[in-house]
């Protein structure tokens, strides 16, 4: 592996602030993290195939690293194989329930299977977790528009503008 790409894949980690928001960092092992660091590098350099490898390695390592399951989810989802998305980021969302951003994608995933319920609850779930932050609601207006319930599709694109 090169030197440039190394440096990247470091300088990825340290910008997701990896090591900062883990709650959970001190009960994963260095292999592990070191495998889900190098995913969320080869991720960033949208190298998908390569990230799944180094997240499918953290998971075997540590079956508990919610962050590896995670990033293996959006990139099965950035591959648009949304059903093994589905469900690594529910693996993730039952190991850290409070991690919004594994709602959020999950929801992504299962409203473009048309799984508008499914959705819904993921999006709902996410404004719980971070109801200042207008991504949930524009999501979940998405989701309204799509089930043909438009005005709480407006209610919430509404409420999403208000909160950018």
Not at 70 to 97: F, N
């Amino acid at each position: 592996m090169s030197h440039e790409v190394v440096r990247t894949l470091l300088f990825s980690a340290l910008v997701w602030g990896l090591w900062a928001s883990k709650p959970s960092l001190a009960t994963i092992s260095e292999e592990a993290e070191t495998a889900y660091v190098f995913g969320v590098g080869h991720q960033d350099l949208d190298q998908l195939d390569e990230a799944i490898g180094y997240y499918t390695q953290a998971i075997t390592l540590d079956s508990t690293h919610a962050r590896a399951y995670y990033g293996r989810g959006v990139s099965y989802a950035q591959q648009g194989r949304l059903g093994l998305a589905i469900a690594d980021l529910t693996r993730a969302i039952e190991l850290e329930p409070d991690f919004a951003p594994a709602y959020r994608n999950r929801g992504l995933a299962a409203l473009h299977q048309r799984q508008l319920e499914q959705a819904l609850a993921d999006f709902h779930e996410m404004i719980r977790l971070e109801p200042h932050a207008p991504g949930g609601y524009y999501f979940r207006g998405r989701a309204h528009q799509q089930h043909g319930e438009l005005e709480a599709a407006l209610a919430d694109y509404t409420t999403a503008i208000e909160r950018d």
